[in-house]
């Protein structure tokens, strides 16, 4: 299994950036997906997650309203679109996957993980 993040980068506050993760290596259209992200000195946290047709998610408080999880299961692909981007967004951002029934979003015990792509707010 393969999880493959692209679209970090450097970017100023207020701005956008559009994650996305490309998968292979597992039935992708029979797994959760999920973002998480660690920054600086913490630990990893919960950003989002999408169930298998992306018809349920999730979202940390931090994010909600300002993030949005999707994903094209033709594409084997899940993507986060970060919107008004705030300096402690600044962080690794990872996506997941977990074997799960159909509805449901978890928050943890993930099986499979990208490598990350870096995340830097500027101000």
């Known amino acids: 299994v393969q999880l493959v993040e692209s679209g970090g980068g450097l970017v100023q506050a207020g701005g956008s950036l559009r994650l996305s993760c490309a998968a292979s290596?597992?039935?992708?259209?029979?797994?959760?997906m999920g973002w998480f992200r660690q920054a600086p000195g913490k630990e990893r946290e919960f950003v989002a997650g999408?169930?298998?047709?992306?018809?349920?998610?999730d979202y940390a408080d931090s994010v909600k309203g300002r993030f949005t999880i999707s994903r094209d299961n033709a594409k084997n692909t899940v993507y986060l679109q970060m919107n008004s981007l705030k300096a402690e967004d600044t962080a690794v951002y990872y996506c997941?996957?977990?074997?799960?029934?159909?509805?449901?979003?978890?928050?943890?015990?993930?099986?499979?993980w990208g490598q990350g792509t870096q995340v830097i707010l500027s101000s």
């Open positions: 999408a169930s298998w047709m992306g018809g349920n998610t």
């Open positions: 997941a996957a977990r074997s799960a029934s159909s509805t449901v979003v978890p928050r943890g015990g993930y099986d499979y």
């Open positions: 290596g597992l039935a992708f259209s029979t797994y959760a």
